[in-house]
Structures are given as C-alpha cells and as structure tokens.
C-alpha cells in the first residue's frame, strides 16, 4: 500500500478476527515505532510484544477501554522511564505518539489492523509485562487483522472538512 492509502485505510480496530501475525510482519511494526523520531534522538522506548492468549485477556483489564486487547492477535506495550522532569515527561509523550502512529501505519501498509489505548492500572500491566520499577507503561497498541472488512482506503472520512482545520499562513 502506498504511504497515503496506508494513511487513509488506517481505522481503530475493536474486532480482530483469530488470523496469527507473521512474526517478521510484527518485527516489521516495531521496527517502524522503533525508528521513529524523537526529541534530541532520545529514543526513550521500550517495546514488550504480547501474543499469549491469557497475558492478552489479562492486560485488557489495565484500562475499562483496553477490551480490545484481549482479542487481539498482539499487542504492544510501550514502555517508558519513569521521569520526574516534567518538560521531559511532555517530550516523552509526543515522541511516543510519533511511535504509536508509526507502528500504526506500517500495519496498516501490511492490512493489518490497530487500536491503542492508554494504561490506568499501571500496577497491573507492571506485573504482567514484568517491567522494573524504574519503567511504565504509557500505551498498548492492539494489532490483528479486522474481523469486519479488509483495511482499504477510506474515501469519505468522519473528519472535519480540510477548510475548517487548515489555516493559511495566519489563523
């Protein structure tokens, strides 16, 4: 697909149907986040790859919408320092964004489906992911192939027309 077709197609997925992720496709979908930019090339990211069944259920309960996790085919768990900097902290988080919607489109160039979702129960997902104390988990990107429809590009979007969103050189 080519990079705007994967921009287009890219829709949250809450269904997955029970197809298993190649494991070099999933290599291929954190190497994406892995390679995206971040603040000063900090590169503050950790990625744990879940694809065990009961991990999967149990990690859905880390947050009342993470549901879609325990259908999931895999699910990615990013995972960060602990930072008491509160300017590095918002630093953090754009660049794990930029991480998030990188591993995000490259699924979707392969038709695979993704969600994420954010982590509450942050006691949880350490116990289950095994991470050290000095680590969080900030968001799970959930990965499968769609139990609906095939991803393609989506001609008219729910969005705000481009009109209404884009400014041209001043408000």
Same mark, same amino acid.
């Given at each position: ?12 997925? %809450? +269904?997955? &149907?029970?197809?298993?992720?190649? *494991?070099? !496709? ?6 994406? @986040? $892995? %390679? +995206?930019? &971040?603040?000063?090339?900090?590169? *503050?990211? !950790? ?6 069944? @009961? $991990? ?116």
């Amino acid at each position: 697909m080519d990079t705007f077709d994967a921009i287009r197609a890219r829709r949250n997925i %809450r +269904a997955f &149907s029970e197809r298993p992720i190649d *494991p070099g !496709d999933l290599d291929r979908i954190v190497d994406a @986040g $892995r %390679r +995206a930019p &971040s603040a000063t090339n900090w590169q *503050p990211w !950790d990625f744990v790859v879940v694809t065990e069944r @009961g $991990r999967l259920v149990a990690l859905s309960k880390v947050f009342e919408w993470a549901r879609p996790v325990a259908g999931s085919a895999a699910t990615v768990a990013l995972v960060a320092p602990a930072l008491e900097d509160a300017p590095r902290r918002d630093w953090l988080m754009y660049d794990f964004g930029q991480a998030t919607m990188s591993m995000m489109l490259a699924a979707a160039d392969l038709g695979i489906g993704s969600g994420h979702s954010a982590v509450v129960d942050q006691a949880l997902a350490r116990g289950l992911l095994e991470l050290p104390e000095d680590r969080w988990c900030v968001y799970l990107v959930t990965l499968g192939y769609p139990a609906d429809r095939p991803l393609a590009p989506i001609g008219r979007p729910n969005r705000r027309p481009l009109d209404d969103v884009v400014h041209r050189e001043v408000w």
